[in-house]
């Protein structure tokens, strides 16, 4: 099992930036993939971006494209997204989540952080 911590979360400004981190601990050598996803007020999980473990490609979803960049530190295993020209529909609790191969599902989650964005 894979054991996942997030921060970074915080309340900025539109047009603002944060960075978030995604720690992972326990066995990441079972780790094919990690990716972010949110979840808005009465709103389903939605993918924000991931990250292949074996090489590196990442992948966004097409609302954060352009200002969410998706970055990995192999030597303290955190992952981070940085965001930058936040909007207000941005608002939503952060998770990272992952995955270990392609076909599975992502079940192992963090308890995610509240990203918080204001006029």
């Known amino acids: 099992q894979v054991q996942l911590v997030e921060s970074g979360g915080g309340l900025v400004q539109t047009g603002g930036s944060l960075r978030l981190s995604c720690a992972a601990s326990?066995?990441?050598?079972?780790?094919?993939?990690l990716a972010w996803f949110r979840q808005a007020p009465g709103k389903e999980h939605e993918f924000v971006s991931g990250i292949r473990w074996s090489d590196g490609t990442t992948y966004y979803a097409d609302s954060v494209k352009g200002r969410f960049t998706i970055s990995r530190d192999d030597a303290k295993n955190t992952v981070y997204l940085q965001m930058n020209s936040l909007k207000l529909e941005d608002t939503a609790v952060y998770y990272c989540a992952t995955q270990r191969g392609p076909a599975n599902n992502f079940d192992s989650w963090g308890q995610g952080t509240q990203v918080a964005v204001s006029s």
């Open positions: 326990g066995r990441t050598s079972s780790v094919y993939a």
